[in-house]
């Protein structure tokens, strides 16, 4: 099993910023991608980021040039930099990992940006 941690969600007006931190912990080995996926109310989930373990990153058109995903390995975290905050960005904001071909989620951190 895999357990992961979000922490940074919050209150922000637009053209703010926030960090979002996904800390995994348990059977990772086989860890293949972790990332990020967001969900607003009445619409469906929808993927942000991910990074592979050999840093190969990808976005959302969304949030290219805005957002930037990062690791560190030796804190098995994953960091989730958004910037230039919109109100159409306002969502549950999900981390995910792939272990081999399982997927694990975590419980999910509340981002809200007023305009």
């Known amino acids: 099993q895999v357990q992961l941690v979000e922490s940074g969600g919050g209150l922000v007006q637009a053209g703010g910023s926030l960090r979002l931190s996904c800390a995994a912990s348990?059977?990772?080995?086989?860890?293949?991608?972790t990332g990020w996926y967001r969900q607003a109310p009445g619409n469906e989930r929808e993927l942000v980021a991910y990074?592979?373990?050999?840093?190969?990153?990808k976005y959302a058109d969304s949030v290219k040039g805005r957002f930037t995903i990062s690791r560190d390995n030796a804190k098995n975290t994953v960091y989730l930099q958004m910037n230039s905050l919109k109100p159409e960005d306002t969502a549950v904001y999900y981390c995910?990992?792939?272990?081999?071909?399982?997927?694990?989620w975590g419980q999910g951190t509340q981002v809200t940006v007023s305009s």
């Open positions: 995910y990992a792939q272990v081999l071909s399982s997927l694990y």
């Open positions: 348990g059977s990772i080995v086989g860890l293949r991608a």
């Open positions: 990074i592979t373990t050999m840093s190969g990153t």
